[in-house]
């Protein structure tokens, strides 16, 4: 709808008046990775990982996450039994420094 393509624009906006990204991580596929399992769900852990390991090597990092996944309940689309989970303060705490650093978009 309308709506999404006005965050695209503002995002495109946004993303033209930054210095170059070294690279993008797609928070979902890095979260969900090897997650497929009864207990399984989205790993803030996983994408701090991920994000950190660029961020040593001197790369310029842009983090992508739906806005859903910066809730205090996430969907979880593991095959776990459970179909959301509630993130922990770790997991807020991420968040908040990714937000901080301004690496993190949440479209």
Known sequence: GSRGSDRLRRFSRWLEG???FDFVVDGPNV?????NFEGG???FAQVAE????LQRAGKRVLLILPAKYARDV????TSS???DDRITAADRALLDGWRSE??????
Not at 31 to 35: D, E, M, P, R, V
Not at 74 to 77: D, F, I, K, R, T
């Open 18 to 20: 930054q210095p170059a």
């Open 31 to 35: 979260g969900y990775a090897n997650q």
């Open 41 to 43: 769900r989205f790993s």
């Open 50 to 53: 991920v994000v950190s390991m």
């Open 74 to 77: 996430v969907p979880n689309h």
């Open 81 to 83: 039994s459970q179909p």
């Open 102 to 107: 301004g690496l993190l978009d949440t479209t």
